[in-house]
Structure formats: structure tokens, C-alpha cells
């Protein structure tokens, strides 16, 4: 029997059972804005004194989940400090009133429960969580620059625990429903949601015997909680650990993750309602700094970039069906193995057998990974790579509708790739190259059909990194782009949409930076300093263990062919070539800038004594390697060097038209190489710092080092008017 109604959900109640559907209209997931929890409160007020109510249910009425989490579009109309701080005191005003509730209440969670969504379920008595992939439980608003704003850094400790609570908020832990389970946030789980009614009748006692759950105290599941936990000092021994892990790994301008600490801190020694206040004082001040600001229009360009995504499949992308891999190397198999996981047909042809069977063997791999991590089933996974056709003679070519070359990166040789391929091929389709540094322009030359040609660049690993450039030439068609596009979305991947330039932009704007990062360590700047001055700026990983990643004889590879065009602004310098002649290749030789040695890495001192000493002339190094000498105004300097070189070549490839806008690049370079979300990427730095500072600086270096730092038209440009990169933006 229907008992309540609003326009995001409904009540029904059954011999004292009643269940609250959320259905919030107009979205494809439910998420809380201002109106969902005006009518929670209303729902809440109508069933509170009723009394024949033993148990209440909620769940979530979509397909896609119960909640994903607060509607960020609400949040972005937010302004002051006190519109944020009341949205955080009404959210939790509402889930107050629901714990408050006289009977037990169970939350039912299927889908992507995060932010709000778990906090909404926290406030409930029980949880059960579906086992099923889509299910995902965490607390990621410290991806926003926010923290958990409706009771989550206070009820979560009190459900799972100090130590594991602070790893769902500050190391953004998603757990699924097994874990939920065994970590104590479920109490049951279930594969079918059809199977719900029947467990929670089942339960020991039966449903109507459940009882309202004591909120205080921690829970005592382990001997950390029972010893450690559980004690003000144990708490006291932890807080201070993690707030030392913070300070080491935590970017600068970053407030965030100390403001939650401090909020669950404060509820555990204060208790909950100060720490309520506490996180509504963080939210104040966090919501208006650039971090949250930035963090959220990442989030925005991102869901755009996908909004194509979500409906699509391989269906809707009926130009595509069957894809020819050439070259089953490092990108290669990744790209074979990712398009056939998504349900294309796939033929690789491969330089001869050896070559296929060491192909055949990554793509394999590849597959036995994706059904560890639960994407496929292993029984699945081995149809799929059965289903993988092979050869060494291009048959099958002929039937396919998109061809993506991956062989090793020499034009001579690629070229004749292109030249073969329009004999193996229909005459439209669609040949794109995954090259890195060539431009595919050159790759049309002496094609009778160029304008079916495009770049495709994936980035490594293929299945792990989530960008994806789409690249286009004066003569390449529209319709061959769009297509690409869709076929990105298909595959999973975010795509950005380049103008063909070597190293595109996202190798184009880090080969200065990486190149400026091996003349530091040349002068004599410490390999770690130089590292951890970007890692604080906020770089995932250094410039130098970037490199050590990538492969020395690849960057140095990629830094010959791009550096032409530059001119001025990217001499290569010898220290690449120099490391690559000694052998120190980076990880895959077990020595770069660094010394690899199992999980342990040190300093390849020997390499740098020589580096120094090739390079300036002298027996010895120029400062003592690895010291700790240096001053904090020379990592400032190593930065804005780093920095200022990647925003100019940034500003230079939006003067070229390779990108339509500001954001464009951006979006390319965080989700290409991690580059410092909080800040939003070079051109949103720019924007943020003031253009005008960004060109004082580099003037001066250009004065006191070199005419690289000169700055470009563009940015002088943006200095002289004042114009922001962002102008246009409009995505939320
Ligand atoms: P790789 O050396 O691992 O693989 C190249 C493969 O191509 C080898 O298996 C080789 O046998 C095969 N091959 C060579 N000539 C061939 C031919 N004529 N026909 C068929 N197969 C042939 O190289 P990789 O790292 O996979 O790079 C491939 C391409 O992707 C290059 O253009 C590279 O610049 C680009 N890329 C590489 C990375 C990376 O990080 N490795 C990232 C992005 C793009």
C-alpha cells in the first residue's frame, strides 16, 4: 500500500514493512540536490510516528544504482562560504532525522554509492550491499577538493573503524560489496536484489526482531581495534601517522585532506556534534578555494568528454566492427586486447611468427589480468583472446573498418606500413597510426586516399590510462574524426580531439618539461629534489622517475624527432643520449636516473657522477649527489622553470589551433600524464597565477639562461589584455 508520495520518490508499506524508493527524475543515476532532501525530510516526517512501521527499507528504483551522491551542478552554483555551509547543515539535519528515526532502517545498495550516497546510507541502522561489478562504496570528495560534508568523517570511524575509515577518506578506498561485508559497512550481501525480501526475513530473528543499532563506541572486529582503536592514546598514535603520511605525499595548495583528518579527529575526541561543526567549517572554506573549483570543473569536462560514452556501444558505432592491428608490440597488444574486450572483432598482423607468439602471449596476459580483476569472467576472457584472429599475411585485412598501426616508431618503415595497408584495405577504411612523435601528415604522403588517415594515440598502459587522442591533418575528413570519437567513447576511453603536431600536445607540452628536468640534474640539482619538487607541486610522479618510466631511449627517441620543430624552445639535451650510450634505460634495465632493485629504488649515483662529468668537464660532480643541501629558493626556481616551460608550450599549441579550447588541453594533459589536478591543468594555472606573472617569470629566465624560456605570442598576448584562457568555459 502506497503511503507517501513525491516527485523523487515513494512509500510503500507491507504487514509493517515499508520501503522508500528513491527514483530522482530526470537522471540517470539518483543523486541529492535541494529538492531530494526537502522531500527526505517530508518522507521522514510522514512515517516518523507511525506505528506500525517495524522496519523501513530504502532502495533506489534505477537500474544504475541506489545513490551515485550529491548533484555536483547544485554545487556549483555555490559562491560563499555560507551558501556551502548551509547546504552541509541541511544534508546533515536530514540524516540526523533518519537515524532518529523510532524503527530500524536498512539501506540497499547496488550500483556506485559514494560522497552522499554512503553518508545517506551510514545514517541507516543496517546496510546490505548487491555483489555485483557495479557496486562501489566510497567517500571521494577529497577528489573534489571538499570533504565529506553530511556526517561522513564522523559516522563512517563509528562503522568500519579509525584506521579503515581514513583509507575510504583520504586514500579514496572503494570498496565493493564483498569488502563492505567483510569490513563490517554491510552486514549482508546479496547477488540478486530479487533475493533481498528473503534475506532480510531471514536474518536471525527475522526482520521484524531487528532493533534500532546503539551509535556510540568503535567497533572491536580486530586486534588493532580491540588494542589500538578502541584507546585515546592508540587514536592519538594513529592521528599522527596519518597526518605525517599527509604532509609527505599531500601536494602544496592542497587543504583538503588535512581539513578531513582534522574533522574525524575532532569527532572522535569531541564527539559527534562537534565534529558535525567541524565539517561543516571545512566545507565553508573549502568550497570556494581553487582546489575545489578547478577539481570540480576537471570532474565536468570529464563527464562531457564521456557524456558521448554512456549510451554508447559498439552498436552505435556502425561504421566499426572489425579492427586491424598492425605491430602486437607494448601498444600494440594492449590495443588488440582492449578493443576485443569491448566487443570488436580483431585481426593483428604481426612482422612474423616469433613476433606473433610473443604478441599472442601479452594480449593473453592481458585478458588473464582483466578477469582477475572481475571485469570478465575467465571463461569469457578465454573466448574473447580464442576469437582473436592472427597472421603474419594480412588476411582478414580485407574486411576490416578500422586499421590501427603500432609498429615500432620509424617513418621509413610506417609509411611502408601505409603504402601496404592500401592494398590490404577497402578503400574507406578508416587507417589511423598510434605513433608518438612522427606527424601523421607525413604518414598520408603518397596515399591515394590521405583522407581516411588520422592519429590514434593511445597512451601506456592501454588499459589502465584513460586518454585517448584523436588527432586530425588539413586533409583528414570530418566524418573519419567523428567516427574515431565515437569509437574512443566505445572503447572506454576519454577522447580529446588534436591537431597534428609532433608529440600532439600532450608530448609536445611534457618534452620541455622532462628535457628541463635532465638539464636541473646536469647543473647539479639532486635527482630526488627535482622529483619531489614536482610531486609537491602535485605530479603523481617526478619528471626524472617519469622518464625512468617511459624508457630513456624512448624519451630521447621522441625528443630527436619533436625537437625541429620547436626551435628555441627544445634543444635536446645530451643527458638523454649520454644515458641511453651507458645502458641506463629506465626501469626495463633496472637503471635509470634511478637504481631499480625489486621494489627498492635508489639513486644510479655512477650515472649521475658521469652525467655531470661528461657533460661540465669535470672529474667531479657539481654539487654532492643526493644531498640535502638544497634551499628551498632553488626548488622554487627548478619549478617555475619546470612549470612556466609546459604553460608556454601549452598557450603555443592553443595559438596553433591543435586544440578547440583552454580546457581542451587541460583535460588532455591531466588525464595524459596526471598533471596536478588540484590546479587544473597548465592553462588553468595560467589563468590562476595571472598570465602576466607567468611572462615576467620567463622573461627573467629567458634573461639568465637561455632563449627556451622565451614566451610565446599567445601568452604575451593573454598578459597584455588581461584575458583569461577560460573564458569561453561553460560546462556545468
Ligand atoms: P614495440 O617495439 O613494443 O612493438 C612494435 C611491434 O611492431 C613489434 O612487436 C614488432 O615486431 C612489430 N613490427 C615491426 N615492424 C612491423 C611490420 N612491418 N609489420 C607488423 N609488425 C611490425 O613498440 P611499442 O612501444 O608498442 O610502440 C609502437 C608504437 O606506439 C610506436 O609508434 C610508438 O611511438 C607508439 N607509442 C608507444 C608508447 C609507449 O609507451 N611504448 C606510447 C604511445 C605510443
Redesign the pocket.
Known amino acids: 500500500m502506497e503511503i507517501f508520495r513525491a516527485a523523487s520518490l515513494m512509500i510503500e508499506k507491507d504487514n509493517g514493512i515499508a520501503t522508500l524508493w528513491l527514483d530522482v527524475p530526470n537522471k540517470t543515476y539518483n543523486v541529492f540536490n535541494r529538492q531530494v532532501l526537502g522531500e527526505l525530510h517530508s518522507a521522514f516526517d510522514r512515517i516518523a510516528p507511525d506505528s506500525s512501521i517495524k522496519l523501513l527499507l530504502i532502495r533506489g528504483r534505477k537500474k544504475n544504482g541506489f545513490v551515485a551522491g550529491a548533484d555536483l551542478h547544485e554545487f556549483q552554483s555555490i559562491t560563499t562560504s555560507d551558501q556551502a555551509m548551509a547546504l552541509s547543515a541541511a544534508g546533515q539535519q536530514l540524516f540526523d532525522k533518519l537515524e532518529r528515526l523510532p524503527f530500524p532502517t536498512v539501506a540497499v545498495i547496488h550500483g556506485p554509492c559514494l560522497g552522499g550516497g554512503l553518508e545517506f546510507a551510514l545514517a541507516c541502522d543496517y546496510r546490505v550491499a548487491i555483489d555485483h561489478p557495479k557496486t562501489q562504496i566510497g567517500l571521494p570528495e577529497i577528489e573534489l577538493g571538499l570533504v565529506p560534508g553530511w556526517g561522513g568523517t564522523q559516522r563512517l570511524p563509528r562503522v568500519v573503524g579509525l584506521e579503515r575509515a581514513l583509507q575510504v577518506i583520504l586514500q579514496r578506498k572503494r570498496l565493493n560489496a564483498r569488502e563492505a561485508r567483510e569490513w563490517g559497512l554491510a552486514d549482508w550481501t546479496t547477488s540478486r536484489q530479487e533475493d533481498l525480501p528473503a534475506l532480510i526475513t531471514t536474518v536471525p530473528g527475522g526482520a521484524r526482531q531487528l532493533e534500532k543499532r546503539p551509535k556510540h563506541g568503535m567497533p572491536l572486529r580486530n586486534w588493532r581495534q580491540r588494542l589500538i582503536e578502541s584507546t585515546p592514546v592508540g587514536r592519538t598514535i594513529m592521528f599522527r601517522g596519518a597526518e605525517r603520511i599527509l604532509r609527505r605525499k599531500v601536494p602544496d595548495d592542497m587543504p583538503a585532506p588535512f581539513e578531513a583528518l582534522d574533522a574525524v579527529r575532532v569527532g572522535l575526541t569531541q564527539g559527534m556534534s562537534a565534529g558535525l561543526a567541524r565539517e561543516r567549517e571545512a566545507i565553508g572554506r573549502l568550497a570556494t578555494t581553487k582546489a575545489c573549483r578547478n577539481l570540480m570543473t576537471l570532474f565536468f569536462l570529464i563527464e562531457r568528454a564521456r557524456k558521448l560514452q554512456e549510451d554508447v556501444d559498439k552498436d552505435s558505432v556502425p561504421e566499426i566492427r572489425r579492427v586491424g592491428v598492425?605491430?602486437?608490440?607494448?601498444?600494440?597488444a594492449g590495443i588488440a586486447q582492449l578493443a576485443a574486450l569491448k566487443g570488436f572483432e580483431v585481426v593483428v598482423?604481426?612482422?612474423n611468427d616469433a613476433?606473433l607468439a610473443?604478441?599472442t602471449k601479452k594480449i593473453d596476459g592481458l585478458f588473464q589480468k582483466a578477469a582477475e580483476r572481475g571485469l570478465i569472467s575467465a571463461e569469457e576472457a578465454k573466448q574473447k583472446m580464442a576469437a582473436v584472429a592472427r597472421t603474419t599475411t594480412w588476411q582478414g585485412f580485407e574486411k576490416t573498418d578500422l586499421v590501427i598501426e603500432?609498429?615500432?616508431?620509424d617513418l621509413p618503415?610506417k609509411k611502408?606500413?601505409f603504402k601496404e595497408l592500401e592494398k590490404r584495405t577497402r578503400p574507406n577504411t578508416i587507417l589511423a597510426s598510434?605513433?608518438?612523435?612522427l606527424v601523421i601528415r607525413q604518414l598520408q604522403e603518397g596515399l591515394s586516399h590521405p583522407e581516411r588517415v588520422a592519429g590514434l594515440?593511445?597512451?601506456?598502459p592501454v588499459h589502465k590510462m584513460p586518454l585517448l587522442e584523436v588527432v586530425r591533418t588539413a586533409t583528414t575528413q570530418e566524418k573519419v574524426t567523428d567516427i574515431l570519437m565515437q569509437w574512443a567513447a566505445a572503447v572506454d576511453k576519454t577522447p580529446v580531439l588534436v591537431g597534428d603536431s609532433p608529440g600532439f600536445v600532450v608530448n609536445r607540452i611534457l618534452m620541455p618539461y622532462l628535457n628541463e628536468a635532465g638539464m636541473l640534474v646536469a647543473e647539479g640539482m639532486p635527482v630526488e629534489k627535482v622529483d619531489l619538487t614536482m610531486r609537491r607541486f602535485g605530479m603523481p610522479m617526478g619528471p626524472l622517475e617519469l622518464l625512468d618510466q617511459?624508457g630513456l631511449d624512448?624519451a630521447a627517441h621522441i625528443a630527436r624527432s619533436v625537437g625541429p620543430a620547436f626551435g628555441d624552445r627544445l634543444k635536446p639535451h645530451p643527458a638523454l643520449d649520454l644515458m641511453c650510450q651507458a645502458g641506463w634505460l629506465g626501469q626495463k634495465s633496472g637503471l635509470g636516473f634511478y637504481r631499480y632493485q625489486g621494489k627498492k629504488k635508489t639513486v644510479n649515483t655512477e650515472a649521475l657522477t658521469r652525467l655531470r662529468s661528461d657533460l661540465s668537464g669535470r672529474r667531479e660532480p657539481a654539487e654532492p649527489v643526493g644531498g640535502d643541501k638544497l634551499t628551498s629558493d632553488k626548488m622554487l626556481e627548478a619549478r617555475e622553470r619546470m612549470v612556466c616551460l609546459m604553460v608556454n608550450e601549452a598557450a603555443a599549441c592553443l595559438a596553433e589551433g591543435l586544440a578547440e579550447s583552454a580546457d581542451v588541453i587541460d583535460l588532455a594533459m591531466v588525464l595524459g600524464t596526471g598533471w596536478a589536478p588540484h590546479r587544473g591543468g597548465p592553462l588553468r594555472y595560467a589563468d590562476d597565477r595571472g598570465a602576466g606573472d607567468v611572462v615576467k617569470t620567463l622573461e627573467t629566465l629567458a634573461k639568465q639562461i637561455g632563449p627556451r624560456f622565451e614566451p610565446c605570442a599567445e601568452l604575451r598576448r593573454h598578459a597584455a589584455s588581461g584575458e583569461l584562457f577560460y573564458k569561453r568555459l561553460t560546462v556545468a
Request: no cysteine; hydrophobic share 50%; net charge negative.
Open positions: 598492425v605491430g602486437a608490440g607494448t601498444m600494440g598482423q604481426e612482422i613476433a610473443a604478441g603500432a609498429v615500432i616508431e618503415l611502408g606500413v598510434n605513433t608518438s612523435s594515440h593511445f597512451f601506456n617511459v624512448v
